[in-house]
């Protein structure tokens, strides 16, 4: 039977990717050799790292200026690396609290400087994104979480703002066009929307990084990964293979603009499903809806125990909502076919004729 996976993360990969990945991992480029047995130093792997970061410049249509690195840590590290290469010692930065990963970037950050929460809804489950203050005066920069997996919600573009922008971008990179020129740092985990766990996306400004007076360990310097080409210490091949192999993918599909236009269909059909079936509600207030995750729920509980049946029968994978909000999560990153979201689509409606 097929499996529609909706997963929120790790999640689906383009099946093309999945084989090729597979093939790879027994015999690498005809070698003989497995990709994970090989040097990180080996031309053939250098070349795969050149490619991830060359393809992600033209994708996302980085400015000059900018340098891309796939290191380790997840966008968990993330959220500290970013105060550490550009909040300056003894200064400020502004941060919207849109969601739990926005909530632990505020956390991470504050073991190093004044950190103004400009914006929160967490006092409605983070139900929609928030108006924001702007930066307090001084501010290095304005930090957000692009979509926030967890509630189901986005902003609806880039946040206008006085100081240059930083964002956790691990669940919408790739989604959708955006001009990167306002930012100075955007960093996504890769197994939201473009590989496995293992690996995680920093697009920076090499000209702003850096400058904040204060001792950067190594590994969170961003300066030092970037005279190394993301090879200061061996990076996971792995992951970062089958994400350049994502990026091909991307490319190959009609670029990011195509997966923009594909993920507003998909997110068009399911939102309208929830809007008109008399069963079901969503989450997310209309205005801040996620074209990534739409987090819905049943009104009357009582009809759970046979919706959970008929989408498993169905061969619907992976939409049961985070612990958080409960209900139910249907993750529609790129690679997830329009049909999947159809089929869910049917067992919501055969729900309604049945229930
Ligand atoms: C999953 C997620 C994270 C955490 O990523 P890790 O790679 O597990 O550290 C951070 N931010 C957002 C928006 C996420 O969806």
Redesign the pocket.
């Known amino acids: 039977m097929k499996i529609h996976n909706f997963s929120a ?1 790790p999640c689906i990969l383009p099946e093309t990717v999945l084989n090729d990945a597979a093939q790879a991992v027994s015999n690498f480029n005809g070698s003989g050799l497995s990709l994970v047995e090989i040097s990180h130093r080996s031309p053939d792997f250098v070349a795969v790292m050149e490619e991830a970061r060359t393809l992600t410049k033209e994708l996302l249509n980085l400015p000059e200026r900018f340098d891309v690195l796939f290191l380790q ?6 959220f500290l690396t970013a105060a550490y290469n550009f909040l300056p010692e003894g200064g400020k930065a502004a941060y919207i609290d849109s ?1 739990t ?1 926005a909530n ?1 970037a505020v956390k991470e950050a504050k073991h190093l400087g004044g950190i103004s929460v400009v914006g929160t809804s967490k006092a409605s489950n983070y139900d929609h994104i928030p108006a924001a203050d702007s930066a307090p005066a001084g501010s290095s920069y304005l930090h957000y ?1 692009s ?4 509630f189901g919600t986005q902003f609806a573009g880039t946040p206008e703002a006085s100081v240059p922008l930083i964002a ?4 919408d990179i790739f989604s959708r066009e955006f001009d990167a020129n306002p930012f100075h740092l955007i960093y996504a ?4 929307n473009m590989g496995p ?1 293992g690996t ?1 996306m920093y697009a920076f400004d090499t000209e702003a990084a850096g400058k904040t007076g204060r001792s950067i360990p190594s590994y969170l310097d961003l300066q030092v990964h970037a005279s190394k080409d993301s090879m200061f210490n061996t990076p996971s091949v792995f992951p970062v293979y089958v994400t350049m192999l994502t990026l091909r993918w991307i490319k190959s599909m009609g670029g990011v603009k195509a997966m923009e236009i594909r993920n507003a269909e998909k997110a068009g059909l399911i939102y309208a499903e929830i809007d008109r079936n008399p069963l079901f509600e969503g989450h997310a207030a209309i205005k801040s809806r996620s074209t990534m995750n739409a987090t819905f729920r049943l009104i009357d509980d009582a009809h759970a125990t046979a919706f959970d049946a008929m989408w498993e029968e169905a061969g619907v994978s992976g939409i049961k909502g985070h612990r958080s909000v409960g209900g139910y999560r249907a993750s529609m990153y790129n690679a997830l076919p329009k049909e999947s979201v159809q089929v869910l689509i049917d067992v919501m409606k055969e729900l309604e004729r049945t229930a």
Do not use: E
């Open positions: 993360g840590g997840g966008a968990s590290l993330g969601g990963w632990k979480t979509n926030n997996t967890i956790d971008m691990s669940s985990g890769a197994q939201k766990a995680v």
